[in-house]
């Protein structure tokens, strides 16, 4: 109640720290997410623990759509002095919210990285930023209506995940989180040699036809691509994954886990109190 009230009393340009126990300490905006994290409201929940769980120390992360940075702090913090974590976040109103989480965190294991992520490398790129609550609505293409009746533009540059990997001497990524805003399909297409040769990520990312839309394709066409990759999907419960049967439309996270390694990921998170429901075969 008296957290209610303080937040209520003003919008707090600044933020006001609140401590998660997945994440350590998060800076709350006034914005979709501050609120929810303020407000210890159910917030990717299942998604998150799902992270908390499967990540280890000496892992790489890619955090594709970084924001203030709810993964990446997650990530760091689980990843450990021998793990490297990338966040990815174009925008720079989001991206000074990020740093400030990380210092605030201590975080000395991620790197930044101030460009968009897509099919190839380009430049000037014209990036909308939403104007209010919706900040999570940012992209390269104007924001659905539902999130946004006003954007602030700016100039971006781009790589791909392939470009960056081999520029960075990156020759294993375990986990990549993305959510681009509709982008996700480009992005893929810019890291098919990571996603096509061994070992593979596991992958968290949004697929939404409301998102793709301003872009020009289903969001099947997302997971039609992975699927065609070899990779098997996931629905995240309450500690609980439910093997996932491709939609004709989507509106949700899904858990995208290579082939070769549905087993091992199977027998590790049983090991930490995780029901995973068996692949029907048939």
Known sequence: MFGNIIWSLS?????LPRRDSMTGWFWCHNDVTGHKMWNRQPF????????NDWLEPGMTVLDIGANQGLYTLMASRKCGPSGRVI??????????????NLAWNGCKNVTIQCKAV???????????????????????????ADLATATKQEKVGMTSVDVFCEASGIDRVHFVKLDVEGGELDVLHGSHHLLSNLPRPVMLL?????????????????????????YTFF???????????????????LLVVPAESVKELTQKMKSRGWSVLALDKN
């Open 11 to 15: 919008r707090f340009p600044t933020g």
């Open 44 to 51: 990717e929940t299942c998604q998150r623990r799902f992270v």
């Open 87 to 100: 966040a990815f976040e174009p925008c720079r109103v989001e991206r000074l919210k990020l740093r400030w």
């Open 118 to 144: 897509g099919r190839a490398p380009a430049s000037d790129l014209v990036f909308y930023a939403v104007v209010g609550a919706e900040t999570g609505g940012n992209s390269l293409r104007p924001p659905a």
């Open 206 to 230: 949004e697929v939404s036809d409301v998102r793709t839309a301003p872009w020009g394709y289903a969001a099947r066409e997302v997971v039609s691509y992975l699927a065609d990759l070899g």
């Open 235 to 253: 629905e995240i419960g309450d500690s609980l994954l439910i093997p996932h049967i491709i939609q004709q439309t989507y509106h949700k996270d």
